[in-house]
């Protein structure tokens, strides 16, 4: 029995050898990158902070900042529900939004807030629609009392006056072609003696609302660009 135990001793330490090595090398910490890996792997971390620090700044940044201009009225102009900036609102009072109207003042050309240096303005009045604001009903309206003189004005449009006696005598109709339906816009002859900064007025339709403009007659030639922002900025404003 000696023999035989002493035959299976060799490979007893042999096993308990290799469990030992294997108890070793799972102790073992893992091996530590050269040098130069380390310098890279820190850059790295280094670049992704600082480009994380700058991505919150910039959120920070743009982010509204709390003042005046920024408060949000609600206003419901028939089914269409708004929220006009404050800075924007053309009405302070409560009596204009419980009509289911809604009123903006504009700066021009900017269609921003209107300010102190403001040299032009833009007033807007949002209200319910009408069959009498429609295009082809204005200007049947009109056409009653037109004069035959023609004759045409900067920006593509034609200038129509009316009869003496009539409810418009003493206003002008600014028409684009060729049938005054993408603008009809009524203005005094007589600028001075209207006694309003914004005498011309044009009525559409625009998003289920009936939109009226008061625009100063010197820039009845932009009446394009004038149209095009009113109308991106009602877009902005509805929810």
């Given at each position: 029995m000696?023999?035989?135990?002493d035959?299976?001793?060799?490979h007893?330490?042999a096993?308990?050898v290799?469990?030992?090595?294997?108890?070793?090398?799972?102790?073992?910490?893992?091996?530590?990158?050269?040098?130069?890996?380390?310098?890279?792997?820190?850059?790295?971390?280094?670049?992704l902070a600082?480009?994380?620090?700058?991505?919150?700044?910039a959120?920070?940044?743009t982010?509204?900042?709390?003042?005046?201009?920024s408060?949000?009225?609600?206003?419901?102009?028939?089914?269409?529900?708004?929220?006009?900036?404050a800075?924007?609102?053309?009405?302070?009072?409560?009596?204009?939004?419980?009509?289911?109207?809604?009123?903006l003042?504009?700066?021009?050309?900017?269609?921003?807030?209107?300010?102190?240096e403001?040299r032009q303005?833009?007033l807007?009045?949002?209200?319910?629609p009408?069959?009498?604001?429609?295009?082809?009903?204005?200007l049947s309206?009109?056409?009653?009392?037109?004069?035959?003189?023609v004759?045409?004005?900067?920006?593509?449009?034609?200038?129509r006056?009316?009869?003496?006696?009539s409810p418009?005598?003493?206003?002008e109709?600014?028409?684009?072609?060729?049938?005054?339906?993408?603008?009809?816009?009524?203005?005094?002859?007589?600028?001075?003696?209207?006694?309003l900064?914004?005498?011309?007025?044009v009525?559409?339709r625009?998003?289920?609302?009936d939109?009226?403009?008061?625009?100063?007659?010197?820039?009845?030639?932009?009446?394009q660009?004038?149209?095009?922002?009113v109308?991106?900025?009602?877009?902005?404003?509805?929810?």
């Amino acid at each position: 029995m000696s023999l035989y135990a002493d035959r299976d001793q060799p490979h007893a330490h042999a096993t308990d050898v290799a469990a030992l090595i294997r108890n070793h090398l799972k102790r073992r910490p893992a091996p530590l990158p050269p040098r130069g890996d380390r310098a890279l792997l820190q850059l790295a971390a280094g670049i992704l902070a600082l480009g994380a620090a700058g991505t919150g700044l910039a959120l920070f940044a743009t982010r509204p900042q709390p003042d005046a201009g920024s408060e949000l009225r609600p206003a419901r102009v028939g089914e269409v529900v708004l929220a006009i900036p404050a800075n924007l609102a053309g009405a302070d009072s409560e009596e204009g939004r419980l009509v289911g109207m809604a009123r903006l003042r504009l700066d021009w050309p900017s269609l921003g807030p209107v300010t102190p240096e403001s040299r032009q303005r833009l007033l807007v009045t949002l209200s319910p629609p009408d069959k009498v604001n429609e295009p082809a009903t204005q200007l049947s309206v009109y056409a009653r009392f037109l004069t035959p003189t023609v004759w045409s004005n900067p920006g593509g449009l034609v200038v129509r006056g009316f009869r003496k006696g009539s409810p418009y005598d003493g206003d002008e109709l600014y028409v684009s072609v060729p049938d005054g339906r993408g603008f009809a816009a009524r203005c005094p002859v007589e600028t001075a003696q209207s006694g309003l900064d914004e005498p011309c007025r044009v009525t559409f339709r625009h998003r289920g609302v009936d939109v009226n403009i008061r625009f100063p007659r010197a820039i009845v030639a932009d009446w394009q660009v004038m149209l095009g922002g009113v109308r991106r900025t009602i877009d902005r404003l509805m929810r």
